[in-house]
């Protein structure tokens, strides 16, 4: 199989319905900036922590079924792959779990750190704008609300991974100052 097909050089794409739409439509930029966030976590795995490693790859996956999900103009299709509360929960348990690693935060922290702990920043910045986009998809057009709230789920949980991360390699956090 080849992995060009020429279809994409006028400015337009397939959706998962085969219908074409513009590669700058707002479901494109939402799927897109998804797939920016899967990327920058690929890029810390591995971490060196086989515990965040098991989660990271874990979320990898979500992400994929996020940009599957945006990519069917369909919402309601249940052929298609959808995100679902459980995978909310998945998070939020996960969080819950590194969270009693930490110090709790008493003031606002520079994204830095560690290696691993600054590219999980950096993940975490692209998936608020990740949100972001999909929340302007959804002002338009029927979007599944699971995969929005993941998004918005997944920033604080790359967060907490940043903070376990730069914790375990003795990287000291700082504060802004003002």
């Not at 897109?32 to 515990?51: H, K, Q």
């Not at 935060?105 to 691993?116: A, E, R, T, W």
């Not at 608020?128 to 986009?133: G, I, K, L, N, P």
């Amino acid at each position: 199989m080849k992995i060009y097909t020429g279809r994409g050089d006028e400015g337009m794409t397939d959706l998962r319905d085969m219908s074409r739409i513009s590669k700058t439509s707002p479901r494109i930029e939402a799927y897109g900036t998804v797939d920016e966030v899967n990327s920058l976590i690929g890029l810390t795995r591995p971490s060196g922590y086989d515990d965040v490693d098991e989660r990271l790859g874990a979320i990898q996956n979500h992400l994929h079924i996020i940009q599957a999900d945006f990519s069917n103009p369909d919402a309601e299709d249940e052929e298609s792959p959808h995100i679902e509360a459980r995978h909310v929960e998945s998070l939020e348990e996960w969080m819950d779990g590194f969270d009693e690693e930490l110090e709790p935060l008493q003031n606002f922290i520079l994204p830095s750190g560690s290696d691993v702990g600054a590219r999980l920043h950096h993940a975490r910045a692209v998936c608020r704008r990740a949100e972001r986009r999909a929340v302007a998809l959804a002002a338009d057009e029927p979007v599944n609300d699971a995969a929005v709230t993941y998004l918005n789920r997944l920033s604080d949980a790359l967060f907490v991974f940043a903070r376990v991360l730069n914790k375990r390699e003795g990287v000291r956090e700082e504060s802004p100052s003002y």
